[in-house]
């Protein structure tokens, strides 16, 4: 028997806030990585695990955190909404203008994002597909 969350126990849905956080998170580290060279800037991350993991709990979205009258307001429908955080500095730092961003590691987890987002997206298009041979009758 389907459960009131839809035709794959909310498999699509958690897939599609994945993709979205996802997403946030690739501007995140884009941002990280343009402004690599800037004087003062603090590098930010979202902390996907734990947005994913929000999800799982029943609470029906997520929310974004302004943590600076200088940031800009996001305009994000409520869905997309998630907490930035500054990154932890670097243990060992040899810059002396304050820039908190490690290329290398802003790198990785970007490699790494995409990866997942990937995953998703492939994820999605197998549940799409399973519906779609549903419909027609397995032809």
Do not use: C
């Not at 941002?31 to 690599?36: E, I, L, W």
């Amino acid at each position: 028997m389907p459960s009131p969350s839809g035709i794959f126990d909310g498999t699509v849905n958690l897939l599609e806030k994945s993709l979205n956080v996802r997403s946030i998170q690739h501007q995140v580290l884009s941002s990280n990585v343009a402004n690599a060279d800037t004087p003062n800037y603090k590098a930010f991350e979202v902390a996907v695990d734990e947005e994913l993991r929000k999800l799982g709990t029943g609470r029906p979205r997520i929310q974004l955190a302004r943590t600076q009258s200088s940031h800009l307001p996001v305009g994000r429908i409520e869905a997309d909404r998630v907490t930035l955080k500054n990154s932890p500095a670097p243990a060992l730092s040899l810059r002396a203008d304050g820039n908190t961003v490690d290329l290398d590691r802003a790198m990785g987890e970007l490699s790494e994002n995409t990866i997942k987002y990937k995953t998703s997206a492939q994820l999605i298009g197998i549940k799409l597909k399973d519906l779609k041979n549903a419909i027609i009758g397995g032809r």
